[in-house]
């Protein structure tokens, strides 16, 4: 069973960056798709960015386009979300998650098209 572990949230001021990192356990990291979702309060979970198993497709909510940027490193079982020009609407809890289709396909957007979730790390933009 994977476990994954993000990290790297924190409070930022709108227009500024952060890095979120997803730590995967076990070997099998590189067999699967993954990706980032976020949920703020009284909202439901959404898609933010997803990746497929060895980097070269990679996909995004509008609403991010063109600030985030999704990658991994499977030699180190890690995910990363690179986040610029943050906007207080990015204030959510961020997950990780393993895709449960096609490994190489980054396209599932809906959160039951992935398990192993992580316990999420907190982006708090201020404006």
């Known amino acids: 069973q994977v476990q994954l572990v993000e990290s790297g949230g924190g409070l930022v001021q709108a227009g500024g960056s952060l890095r979120l990192s997803c730590a995967a356990s076990?070997?099998?990291?590189?067999?699967?798709?993954m990706g980032w979702f976020r949920q703020a309060p009284g909202r439901e979970r959404e898609f933010v960015a997803a990746?497929?198993?060895?980097?070269?497709?990679?996909s995004y909510a509008d609403s991010v386009k063109g600030r985030f940027t999704i990658s991994r490193d499977n030699a180190k079982s890690t995910m990363f979300l690179q986040m610029g020009s943050l906007k207080p609407e990015d204030t959510a809890v961020y997950y990780c998650?393993?895709?449960?289709?096609?490994?190489?396909?980054?396209?599932?957007?809906?959160?039951?098209?992935?398990?192993?979730w992580g316990q999420g790390t907190q982006v708090t933009v201020s404006s």
């Open positions: 998650a393993r895709g449960r289709g096609n490994p190489h396909y980054s396209g599932s957007h809906r959160p039951d098209e992935y398990d192993g």
């Open positions: 990746i497929n198993w060895d980097g070269s497709s990679t």
């Open positions: 076990g070997r099998t990291f590189s067999w699967y798709a």
